[in-house]
């Protein structure tokens, strides 16, 4: 489905353009701050924001020289993907020019989002993309659709039913949200300048996780792959963009035991010279470290729509903390006892 609509975007906005991809590694970074999934939940997202001190009432960069890493899927589920889209965009300028940065990493949905797999969009989202010229709009996609039909010798036997199928699938604001993701779209074009992975200091930050067989793959590799792939839609369904043992979905390292992937583990962090990953996509009750504290889980279901507590991790130095309901705590990363930590944020 996602393939046929990609298809009918492409004759709606043409063909992919080429951008420069992001820096992904940076060192000397005195203060880091991780969110995990957003889903659409900018007020919480916002709260947060302001909880860790990167903005202030007037949502403006008030964080200096910290980077906020944001680790995908800011998108779907939740009302609001598009106002906290908005957010980051403004925040990234105003966090450079202050010394900080803002990663914004990409996530399965902000792929999917991306290639056209849409089942995850809720109807309201529509709605914000909608104009007083949608109806024009969609009917304009509708007739390029039928004459698309018509090409393969497919037309429709009955037009009405055909249409109101199509009206159907394709609410308005639809056709408007599909521009706003092609290429040349103001949140497509802005996403593919994103990179999968980043590295900053001795920690290497993702969505999903690095699976035993991308494990030797570098950071510029998973970056430059999946960037790829996105320019060239076709290459999405075969390619590590959709793999589900990809960087995007791959979800072994907060589900499987330990004991199997240890090994994997102290690998991965080798080959990217790092002492932790830290990851979201898989949500958890409270920020939680497994593996001794190497793999760090930062999707805590924070949206409403999972009921999950606000909540995400603070770099300082060499010093690891987790802002759980408002209240800082020590978060053990280097084998230290999780226990007081797991009490701590309720968790048995």
């Known amino acids: 489905m996602w393939l046929r609509r990609r298809f009918l975007t492409v004759l709606l906005v043409g063909w992919p353009v080429t951008l420069a991809l992001a820096q992904d590694t940076f060192q000397g970074v005195q203060r880091i701050v991780a969110i995990g999934?957003?889903?659409?939940?900018?007020?919480?997202?916002?709260?947060?924001?302001?909880?860790?001190?990167?903005?202030?009432?007037?949502?403006?960069?008030s964080g200096?020289?910290?980077h906020l890493?944001?680790?995908g899927d800011v998108l779907d589920r939740g009302p609001d993907s598009r106002k906290?889209?908005?957010?980051?965009?403004?925040?990234?300028?105003?966090?450079?020019?202050?010394?900080?940065?803002?990663?914004?990493?990409?996530?399965?949905h902000e792929a999917m989002n991306i290639y056209?797999?849409?089942?995850?969009?809720?109807?309201?989202?529509?709605?914000?993309?909608?104009?007083?010229?949608?109806?024009k709009v969609r009917d304009r996609f509708l007739k390029l659709a039928v004459e698309d039909r018509k090409r393969k010798g497919t037309t429709p036997a009955e037009d009405e039913t055909f249409r109101k199928t199509f009206?159907?699938?394709?609410?308005?604001?639809?056709?408007?949200?599909?521009q706003a993701f092609s290429p040349e779209g103001i949140y497509g074009k802005w996403l593919r300048q994103h990179p999968v992975i980043v590295k900053i200091n001795d920690v290497v930050f993702l969505h999903g996780g690095i699976s035993p067989k991308y494990a030797a793959t570098t950071i510029p590799e998973f970056n430059e792959t999946v960037r790829g792939e996105l320019d060239d839609l076709q290459k999405v369904e075969n390619g590590m963009t959709a793999d589900t043992d990809g960087p995007l979905w791959y979800r072994g390292l907060a589900e499987l035991p330990e004991s199997g992937l240890a090994g994997h583990v102290d690998n991965v962090?080798?080959?990217?010279?790092?002492?932790?990953i830290v990851i979201g996509h898989t949500p958890q009750p409270a920020v939680l470290p497994r593996f001794g504290g190497k793999v760090i889980i930062i999707d805590v279901g924070l949206s409403k729509v999972f009921g999950g507590p606000p909540a995400l991790l603070i770099i300082e130095g060499t010093?690891?903390?987790?802002?759980?309901?408002?209240?800082?705590?020590?978060?053990?990363?280097?084998?230290?006892?999780v226990a007081p930590y797991l009490k701590a944020v309720g968790v048995h």
């Open 37 to 61: 999934d957003v889903h659409g939940d900018y007020d919480v997202f916002v709260s947060l924001l302001r909880a860790a001190g990167l903005i202030g009432t007037d949502n403006k960069w």
């Open 64 to 66: 200096g020289k910290t």
């Open 69 to 71: 890493v944001q680790t």
């Open 84 to 108: 906290a889209m908005d957010l980051l965009m403004t925040l990234e300028p105003q966090a450079k020019k202050a010394g900080g940065a803002v990663h914004a990493l990409l996530g399965n």
């Open 116 to 135: 056209g797999d849409l089942r995850y969009v809720p109807a309201t989202e529509y709605e914000l993309y909608r104009t007083p010229k949608s109806d």
């Open 167 to 178: 009206y159907n699938e394709h609410p308005l604001g639809w056709v408007e949200h599909r």
């Open 269 to 276: 962090l080798k080959t990217h010279g790092a002492r932790h």
């Open 319 to 337: 010093k690891y903390y987790a802002l759980h309901r408002g209240q800082r705590l020590d978060l053990p990363v280097d084998g230290g006892d």
